[in-house]
């Protein structure tokens, strides 16, 4: 008695290829994704570390109230102080509000780094996170009391305004995230407002048949 073979279904050669494919390519982006936050968040730490440090050193070496000590003439000096309020000391009688709006700053900057696909974007965030925590530091855990703290700013620019390495580290990210909007590099690392040519495919078996159904 003779029993007929059935060949097994097996998936199309394309598919499993365009699997594969699609399965590399996503772990091609994860790796230097990973990499690239972990360099963000050692940049932020670097920033948080470097500006504590710094003002320990001014706190322990200048003396409040003092006259700027000067580096640069009149153009940049060293002088105490403590700054309740914003920079320029804008909002002083708002100390828990801006608490509250620097945490939010970094919630949204810790979100936006797990989306990160660019080194100038990791930097810049770097540098904006290291600074936003370095001043959120100093308003939780400095007189007169928690979420209250007055930011501890000793780099005196002339008479314009007094700030710190964290203040530093925020104005160059802001200049370097200004710079990459202009240039239309997303957060991602692609480059919005360009033409972008779709991808040519040869056409597959699959795409034949359809093509000779429709047809009749």
């Known amino acids: 008695m003779s029993t007929s ?3 097994e279904p097996t998936e199309p050669a394309d ?4 699997t594969e494919s699609g399965t590399d390519t996503s772990t091609a982006r994860r790796g230097p994704r990973r990499v690239l936050v972990v360099w963000t968040v050692v940049l932020a730490a670097l920033v948080l570390v470097l500006d504590q440090l710094t ?22 000096g060293l002088r105490l102080i403590y700054n309740p309020g914003a920079a320029l000391s804008i909002a002083t009688g708002m100390t828990w509000l801006l608490t509250i709006v620097v945490v939010a ?8 780094v797990s ?10 965030l770097g540098l904006l996170l290291g600074g936003a925590l370095g001043n959120l530091v100093d308003r939780f855990f400095r007189e007169p009391g928690f979420a209250r703290g007055h930011v501890v700013d000793f780099i005196a620019y ?5 700030g710190n390495v964290a203040d530093i580290a925020i104005v160059a990210a802001a200049v370097m995230i200004a710079v990459l909007s202009v240039l239309g590099i ?4 692609s480059r919005h407002g360009g033409d972008e040519a779709e991808p040519i495919t040869e056409p597959g078996p699959t ?6 159904e429709e047809e009749r």
């Open 158 to 162: 002339a008479n314009w305004f007094v």
């Open 207 to 212: 795409t034949v048949r359809a093509d000779r």
């Open 115 to 124: 989306r990160i696909g660019s080194r100038a974007w990791a930097v810049a």
């Open 186 to 189: 997303g957060l991602d690392g």
């Open 15 to 18: 598919a499993v290829a365009g």
């Open 5 to 7: 073979a059935h060949p």
């Open 105 to 112: 700053v970094v919630v949204v900057i810790v979100r936006m």
């Open 55 to 76: 003002k320990w050193w001014a706190e322990s070496s200048l003396t409040l109230g003092d006259d700027t000590i000067p580096l640069l003439g009149s153009l940049l």
